[in-house]
């Protein structure tokens, strides 16, 4: 199947510095790309929606200004955590969708990033 | 507010049995579902998914059922083998939102020898 990857794996970074995180489509072409964050023991909640060229979508609650997301070729986004804090400590996880049509196996999640903030 | 839920966290089954995984959801427009497979600290791989137009899919040892005048689902996997533990996620997505995900709480299964 298609690979998506991530990277990197884990970050530890200082309360008040920025942090990347990359997302990867290896073998396929990105229309879609998706940033989930899985808190302990809860579910993956769904972050921001980005298409390429193009602004991200993002869900209710979550910070376009802290969270910014860049998705500039059709096999990479990127998120980046501004002015990282301790609660933004979390398993941060992306997707991408080569769907053309309606098929909606065709999203792909990569291996995620565990983000821990001091 | 949860529009998808699995109540329970966690399952123990003997390897060969049937492992039942239920799954409830509250949003009508959802018309697609999907069951996820996630193992720590790695993304989900995608095990399989079913449309409201159809109450049952089967894929191996895994077979997806739909009720929708109960808006509930179930991932039936049969045997259970001990590579099945891992954590479980249903997922429901509806037309027009591309293929955005809303994910279960997970259940927890443990494949026991």
């Known amino acids: 199947g298609a690979v998506v990857s991530q990277h990197p794996s884990w970050v530890i970074c200082k309360s008040g510095t920025s942090v990347k995180i990359e997302c990867r489509s290896l073998?396929?072409?990105?229309?879609?790309m998706f940033w989930y964050r899985q808190f302990p023991k809860q579910s993956l909640m769904l972050m921001a929606t980005?298409?390429?060229?193009?602004?991200?979508?993002?869900e209710q609650g979550v910070e376009k200004d802290k969270f910014l997301i860049n998705h500039a070729s059709l096999t990479l986004s990127t998120l980046t955590v501004t002015s990282a804090h301790p609660e933004d400590s979390s398993f941060y996880i992306c997707?991408?969708?080569?769907?053309?049509?309606?098929?909606?196996?065709?999203?792909?999640f990569g291996p995620g990033t565990r983000l821990t903030v001091l | 507010d949860q529009q998808v839920k699995q109540n329970s966290p966690s399952l123990s089954v003997q390897e060969g049995r049937i492992s039942i995984l239920n799954c409830d959801y509250t949003?009508?427009?959802?018309?697609?579902f999907l069951w996820y497979k996630k193992y720590p600290a790695e993304g989900p791989t995608f095990l399989i998914s079913?449309?409201?137009?159809?109450d049952k899919n089967e894929d191996g040892r895994f077979t997806v059922f739909l009720n929708k005048s109960a808006k509930h689902l179930s991932l039936h996997i049969v045997p259970s083998q001990p590579g099945d533990s891992a954590v479980y996620f249903c997922?429901?997505?509806?037309?027009?939102?591309?293929?955005?995900?809303?994910f279960g709480t997970g259940t927890r299964l443990q494949v026991t020898l």
């Open positions: 997707s991408a969708d080569s769907r053309t049509g309606w098929d909606y196996n065709e999203q792909f």
């Open positions: 073998d396929f072409q990105a229309t879609t």
């Open positions: 980005s298409n390429e060229g193009s602004k991200a979508t993002y």
């Open positions: 949003n009508s427009m959802f018309d697609y």
């Open positions: 079913i449309s409201s137009i159809k």
């Open positions: 997922a429901a997505s509806y037309t027009g939102t591309a293929s955005k995900l809303t």
